[in-house]
Antibody
Framework: QVQLQQSGPGLVKPSQTLSLTCAIS??????????WNWIRQSPSRGLEWLGR?????????DYAVFVKSRITINPDTSKNQFSLQLNSMTPEDTAVYYC?????????WGQGTMVTVSS | DIQMTQSPSSLSTSVGDRVTITCRAS??????LNWYQQKPGKAPKLLIY???SLKSGVPSRFSGSGSGTDFTLTISSLQPEDSATYYC?????????FGGGTKVEIK
């Protein structure tokens, strides 16, 4: 069955860059009928969709406006995974970060990574 | 952006009761509405997609209905394991957005 395994640090200093990776098993990052997403959750802001990458004969990305200036989501076909980079982190970015597969709904989720932004 | 508004924000009810959670979109989203269940410390779990299609393996006591702007998640007979927070989510267009959640507690 499809599984997503997240990796990356749980503590980031203010102004630094968050880098998370989501490794895919049981599916392909290059699948042409799904999208690969990053979502975060905090008590103050709830569930927030951050962005996605997907392949439809070429690669596409969509990003939420509120992070568009500092987010990058990249596929890595050689390792069958995708990544999140979020620059200029602030304490307001403290949240649980999830990766998720979307063939029309978020049907498979990673285990979540609690990211704390603190010096 | 499409705003998703859920009600109530929380409820407390007894095992065996019928539970109804509503979700309203700020504009028409056809049937591009999904429902999730989340338990503490876990990722959300997909229950219903396309407003009314039950995901394989999800108990049949869960059902969804609605189209356009108004949607409903119903639990026909609440079980102890249904204690959780429930979220709606639209995938009509980006940014994909979630409702604020409904916390269901067992009396």
């Amino acid at each position: 069955q499809v599984q997503l395994q997240q990796s990356g640090p749980g503590l980031v200093k203010p102004s630094q860059t968050l880098s998370l990776t989501c490794a895919i098993s049981g599916d392909s990052v290059s699948s042409n009928n799904v999208a690969w997403n990053w979502i975060r959750q905090s008590p103050s802001r709830g569930l927030e969709w951050l962005g996605r990458t997907y392949y439809r004969s070429k690669w596409y990305n969509d990003y939420a406006v509120f992070v568009k200036s500092r987010i990058t989501i990249n596929p890595d076909t050689s390792k069958n995974q995708f990544s999140l980079q979020l620059n200029s982190m602030t304490p307001e970015d403290t949240a649980v970060y999830y990766c998720a597969r979307d063939p029309g709904a978020f049907d498979i989720w990673g285990q979540g990574t609690m990211v704390t932004v603190s010096s | 952006d499409i705003q998703m508004t859920q009600s109530p924000s929380s409820l407390s009810t007894s095992v065996g009761d019928r539970v109804t959670i509503t979700c309203r979109a700020s504009q028409s989203i056809s049937n591009y509405l999904n429902w999730y269940q989340q338990k503490p410390g876990k990722a959300p779990k997909l229950l219903i997609y396309g407003a009314s299609s039950l995901k394989s393996g999800v108990p049949s006591r869960f059902s969804g209905s609605g189209s356009g702007t108004d949607f409903t998640l119903t639990i026909s007979s609440l079980q102890p394991e249904d204690s959780a927070t429930y979220y709606c989510q639209q995938n009509y267009n980006t940014p994909l957005t979630f409702g604020g959640g409904t916390k269901v507690e067992i009396k």
